[in-house]
Each structure stands twice: as C-alpha cells, then as structure tokens.
C-alpha cells in the first residue's frame, strides 16, 4: 500500500514537472512559401506552425497557431511570422521575389502608294502595327490594328497612324501631294465645270468675306464660344438656298512650337472640331474635306494676339477655304 502511493506521488511529481517545463519553454515557429519566384500577380501560398505561443502574428496580424494563407504579392514581398509567450518571442520570415513584366512598347508604320497624285485621283494608305490595342488616322477614325484604306484627298495631306498598346503609343506619319492635272494639248488645263458656270469668282470672294477664322487656345482643339458664335454665323450662310452647292476645305493649323508630329495631330483635332460643330449646325458633311498643316503655315515668334500675323495666337487657327460651287449675290 505505501509502495503504491509512493508511484502515485512519483507520477503527479514527473506530470507536474513537465508541465513546469512546457510553461518555460520558448515558442517556436516554421514558415514556408510555396514559390519564393513569381510573375507580378500569380498566388503564392503561405503556410505556418507554431509551439508554445500564446500570441501569433503574420506581416502584423493575428493568425491562428497553425495556418495557410494564399496571397498575390504585385512587388517584392517579405512574409514574417512572430511568435510570443510572454516576453519570449520566435520570428521567421520568407521573401517572395515578383518579376513585374513590362509591356511591349508599340511599334508601327504607314505608307501611301502613291505618294504623288493628280487632282481627282485616289492613294492608298497601307499600316502595320505590332503590339497595338487599337490603331487612330485622324480623317479615318479608329481602323484596324494593320489594314488598307482609299483616300481621295483634294490637296496634299499628312496622314498620321497613332498606335495604341499597353506599352504606350506610337505614331508614324506619310504624306500624299496632290498636284493639278498637265497641260492639254491645246494649251489650257483639263477645267471642272462649277456649278453656276461664269459665278465661281464672285462665289469664291464671298465666301472668303464671309466665312471666319477659328482661334483656338494653347495645346486645345475645343471650340470657344466666342468661335462657337462665328461658326453659327456661317452655317445659317452656308445653309442659304443659292449657297448650299459651295464646298470647301477645313484647315488645321497650329503655333511652331512642338514636334511637327504631334502638331500635325493637333491641327487635325481643330480642323475636326470646326466641321463637327458645323455639321451640328446642319451643314452637309460631304461639303467638308478637313486637311491639318501642323506648324507648316506658323509665322509667329512670340504669343501676341489673333489680330493678325505674325503671332502665335493668329497661328493657331482653323481656316475655311473656298473649293466650288455656289452663286453670287
């Protein structure tokens, strides 16, 4: 009998002692990734298991003793796991390495065939583009990403391919110029009949009388009011019985400051904004050819005022430029 209370009070004493023993030991804490290398939103697994820890906490918050977590670090990222029981602590910790893949930056060309014309004659406009979302020819609108178009300008033009990608932009620009037709034979030159034969000269004076110039702001392509009001002017002229058979042409023009792409854009955007306006005003959009020069025609040298030239404020403008038809007063 005292032989066995002896082995009783033997056990309590090695059960208490290890439970002495468990109270002081140290926490302990393992971390693992499952991939220490990935591409800027690929999942990665983060996995734990801890001992002796009373408080557990992964990159600052709370978990459980035992855990996995999966996340999608989008740039280089340490994970740590900090493991407490009292003032005794155990870290440790993984970095999980993200490769950011930067986009392709777009790339692409255009070409007229040809590039010279005769007057009435058509080109063809030919572009590739590697790399693009989508693909902008101002004139054209948004075309495919490679492709072909017929264009029919009536006087020399710059057209400009601006591509679009994830990698950002790209342009490339090509010119068709148009010329008149040779001399005949008979020494005069191939003549279009206008439309109110021995009146195009008087038509033509009036129209140049009457139509406006279109200013614009610095880098804009918006029309002002003060603008808005001319135009309206014009259209209620334009819309007149003996007038409606008048086509004309819609300049783009831009101060000499900038690349002579990016004005070449700019100068189309304005020539756009003024026959947009005008068709919303009822003007037939098949009386309306638009063309940019960019900086070609800019004479000015410093801002001065829209008076006239030499200014930058005269340069950036919009002209309305008579091609035929009409009667005189």
């Not at 019985?241 to 086509?247: A, D, G, H, V």
């Not at 792409?261 to 005003?281: F, K, M, P, T, W």
């Amino acid at each position: 009998m005292i032989e066995r209370r002896k082995n009783h009070l033997l056990l309590l004493a090695v059960a208490l002692l290890a439970a002495l023993s468990a109270a002081c030991a140290p926490p302990t804490v393992k971390l693992k990734v499952s991939r220490d290398e990935v591409r800027a939103g690929d999942p990665v697994t983060v996995s734990w298991e801890t001992k002796n820890a009373k408080t557990i906490e992964l990159n600052g918050q709370s978990v459980e003793k035992i855990g996995a977590k999966t996340v999608t670090p989008d740039q280089t990222t340490n994970y740590e796991v900090v493991a407490k029981r009292g003032k005794k602590e155990a870290r440790d910790s993984a970095t999980v390495k993200v490769e950011r893949v930067t986009a392709a930056a777009p790339r692409i060309t255009l070409r007229a065939e040809p590039s010279a014309i005769e007057h009435g004659q058509n080109a063809t406009l030919r572009w590739e583009s590697e790399n693009a979302r989508t693909v902008n020819i101002p004139g054209l609108g948004e075309v495919q990403t490679s492709g072909s178009r017929e264009v029919s300008p009536r006087v020399s033009t710059t057209y400009t391919a601006t591509a679009l990608g994830d990698g950002g932009t790209a342009s490339a620009s090509t010119r068709v110029t148009v010329t008149d037709p040779p001399v005949s034979e008979d020494g005069g030159r191939p003549r279009e009949v206008p439309s109110d034969t021995g009146t195009v000269a008087g038509a033509a004076a009036e129209f140049a009388r009457i139509m406006p110039k279109v200013f614009f702001d610095l880098d804009r392509s918006d029309l002002r009011a003060s603008e808005q009001e001319k135009l309206r002017r014009a259209a209620e002229w334009l819309q007149q019985e003996r007038n409606r058979s008048i086509t004309f042409r819609i300049e783009g023009n831009c101060d000499p400051r900038g690349t002579a792409e990016y004005n070449l854009g700019l100068g189309d955007r304005r020539a756009a904004a003024v026959r947009d306006y005008l068709i919303s005003l009822g003007v037939d959009a098949s009386r309306m050819d638009v063309v940019s020069y960019g900086l070609e025609k800019a004479t000015g040298s410093s801002e001065g005022s829209t008076a006239g030239p030499p200014s930058w404020a005269f340069d950036r403008r919009a002209d309305l430029v008579y091609q035929r038809g009409g009667a005189p007063r």
